[in-house]
């Protein structure tokens, strides 16, 4: 079947570290992929996206490069904040369905 | 604010007992989802109405059940809750059920059995 297999957190940084968070995913078909983030106290909130190979999908200094060949879609930031401080979900969906498969999660934590 | 929201925000209880969680959609959004979060299931998907009707179906157990109303709001019923269905329980809704429109989530309902 379908999943998403992300690293074990907690993922440990100091302010303006490098973040890489590994995903890689198992599905049949070329699913769309997603990375949610979540804050303490919070629900979901989609953080990016990428519909096909090689797309890349960026919002708040974060990136993620859609890897077929790898089965891959890591995320990275250049330069953590305290603020970026959560659990982040890695997820894949496929077209012409809603629901959606999620990673276990990965907690990172900033510190100052 | 993702504009879904869900009562209560806590839940303790007793194991044998049936609780009912709820969740109201984004203005305007027809389709609801269900998940649970636990530490060592992660997050899954239980369950999806689209407009009143079921739509799809995940790792939801017999004991739990769930509908949506026709003002759209929907409602999750665990019933002979055992310990290990303590869980953060999160509500979803998009526009419409096909695949190209972003999912919204409520806070979620901890819920805590005894």
């Known amino acids: 079947g379908n999943s998403v297999t992300q690293m074990e957190g907690p993922v440990t940084l100091s302010e303006e570290a490098f973040l890489t968070i590994n995903c890689t995913y198992t599905?049949?078909?070329?699913?769309?992929l997603f990375w949610y983030v979540q804050y303490p106290g919070e629900g979901l909130q989609l953080l990016l996206k990428?519909?096909?190979?090689?797309d890349k999908g960026s919002n708040k200094g974060f990136e993620a490069t859609y890897r077929k060949e790898t089965t891959s879609f890591h995320l990275e930031k250049g330069s953590v904040q305290v603020s970026d401080s959560a659990v982040y979900f890695c997820?894949?969906?496929?077209?012409?369905?809603?629901?959606?498969?999620f990673g276990k999660g990965t907690m990172l934590l900033v510190s100052p | 604010d993702s504009g879904v929201t869900q009562t209560p925000k806590h839940l303790i209880t007793a194991t044998g007992q049936r609780v009912t969680l709820r969740c109201s959609p984004r203005?305007?959004?027809?389709?609801v989802y269900w998940y649970q979060q636990s530490l060592d299931q992660g997050l899954q998907f239980l369950i999806q109405?689209?407009?009143?009707?079921?739509?799809a179906k995940g790792n939801i157990l017999e004991r739990f059940s769930a509908q949506q109303f026709p003002d759209l709001h929907s409602e999750l019923n665990l019933s002979s809750l055992e310990l290990g269905d303590s869980a953060l329980y999160f509500c979803?809704?998009?526009?419409?059920?096909?695949?190209?429109?972003?999912?919204?989530f409520g806070p979620g309902t901890r819920l805590t059995v005894t």
């Open positions: 979803a809704s998009s526009v419409t059920d096909t695949g190209n429109y972003e999912q919204y």
């Open positions: 599905a049949t078909g070329y699913p769309s």
């Open positions: 990428a519909t096909k190979a090689d």
């Open positions: 997820a894949l969906r496929f077209p012409g369905y809603s629901t959606l498969t």
């Open positions: 203005s305007g959004d027809l389709s």
């Open positions: 109405y689209y407009n009143g009707e079921e739509r």
